[in-house]
């Protein structure tokens, strides 16, 4: 069974600009949620969905946003970059959200790495 | 106080020893547990999970969870150099959030 897959694997953009990025769950698996990770701040959670509806949202301000389509397919978008945002950003896709068990496995894709000049 | 904390490390051991991974986690309610490896440059992969008060044992690796202590470990046997990596705590909190704690840097010296 193919792994998670997530396009691009790397990105460069400038301030101001805006981005998408996509992520393709394992087959089956209908949870997909967003980190993002930096080396200061470690791994931050940034929105899950389910069934195409986002069921938890991180702290994170309104210019990151998701969705997800009918396929489980996901995709996040980043408006007006800014430095901070340079980040590797992980997608991780699981069976179910999280609701006790085994089932709350998430598996990771290989991330997206985005950098802002 | 963070809500997943783990040993601030680096944590160095020799190859052969076992070397110990902690994480505490504030959410009382939390129902799962999860560790994660992370190689330089690689995305976490998932070692194990464990959601029931105990030991649970993988080839060399055994998570402990004691939930009234609020406490997670990892102990990995007969450390080899290729086990040197990040090491990740997961929490599935009560409020259907997955938290990961700051990892844990750990080296297998030869």
């Known amino acids: 069974k193919a792994g998670v897959t997530q396009t691009p694997r790397y990105l460069i953009k400038t301030r101001g600009q805006q981005v998408t990025l996509s992520c393709s769950p394992i087959?089956?698996?209908?949870?997909v949620s967003w980190y993002q990770q930096t080396p200061g701040q470690g791994l931050q959670f940034l929105f899950e969905?389910?069934?195409?509806?986002?069921?938890n949202k991180g702290n994170f301000p309104g210019r990151f946003s998701g969705r997800q389509f009918s396929n489980s397919r996901s995709e996040m978008n980043v408006s007006t970059l800014e430095l901070g945002d340079s980040a590797l950003y992980l997608c991780?896709?699981?069976?179910?959200?999280?609701?006790?068990?085994?089932?709350?496995?998430?598996?990771f894709g290989p991330g997206t790495r985005l950098t802002v000049l | 106080q963070k809500e997943v904390e783990q040993n601030s490390g680096p944590l160095s051991v020799p190859e052969g020893a076992i070397a110990s991974l902690n994480c505490t986690y504030s959410?009382?309610?939390?129902?799962?547990f999860f560790w994660y490896r992370q190689y330089s440059g690689k995305s976490p992969e998932l070692i194990m999970f464990?959601?029931?008060?105990g030991d649970k044992e993988d080839g060399r690796f055994t998570a402990q969870l004691n939930k009234a202590s609020q406490y997670v470990s990892l102990l990995i046997r007969d450390s080899q150099p290729s086990d040197s990596a990040t090491y990740l705590c997961?929490?599935?909190?009560?409020?259907?959030?997955?938290?990961f704690g700051p990892g844990t840097s750990l080296s297998v010296i030869p």
């Open positions: 991780a896709s699981s069976l179910v959200p999280p609701s006790g068990g085994a089932q709350d496995t998430q598996y």
């Open positions: 087959s089956g698996h209908r949870s």
């Open positions: 969905y389910f069934s195409e509806t986002q069921r």
């Open positions: 959410d009382r309610g939390s129902q799962s």
């Open positions: 464990i959601y029931s008060n």
């Open positions: 997961a929490v599935k909190t009560s409020y259907d959030k997955v938290i």
